[in-house]
């Protein structure tokens, strides 16, 4: 199971932290990422994470503005979200996977909203 918080309504220019708890099954998947999708589009990768190593992946997007992090004694994920921009609005997915490029669960996801 994954559970996402911290979504919310923020300035263009603000800053928001996601937050994922990863329990059951999904705490025993190698890599954490975080997705957004918008409205009549599929959903798009945004980083990940692997529990062990702490090797990142970003998409183009995002990198300078986003961190992804984790803890692994809490079996959280986060994803700290600087400089947010209006496209950044989307809802945001919480998964797990089996590497950096592939993932199998999903949490069911927070929206983030930034306006002009």
């Known amino acids: 199971q994954l559970e996402e918080s911290g979504g919310g309504l923020v300035q263009a220019g603000g800053s928001l932290r996601l937050s994922c708890a990863a329990s059951?099954?999904?705490?025993?998947?190698?890599?954490m990422g975080w997705f957004r999708q918008v409205p009549g589009l599929g959903r798009i990768f945004v980083a990940g994470?692997?529990?062990?190593?702490?090797?990142?992946r970003y998409a183009d997007s995002v990198k300078s503005r986003f961190t992804i992090s984790r803890d692994n004694a809490k079996n959280m994920v986060y994803l700290q979200m600087n400089r947010l921009k209006p496209e950044d609005t989307a809802v945001y997915y919480c998964?797990?996977?089996?590497?950096?490029?592939?993932?199998?669960?999903w949490g069911q996801g927070t929206q983030v909203t930034v306006s002009s």
């Open positions: 994470i692997m529990w062990s190593g702490g090797g990142t």
């Open positions: 998964a797990a996977g089996r590497d950096l490029t592939i993932y199998d669960f």
């Open positions: 059951g099954r999904t705490d025993t998947r190698n890599a």
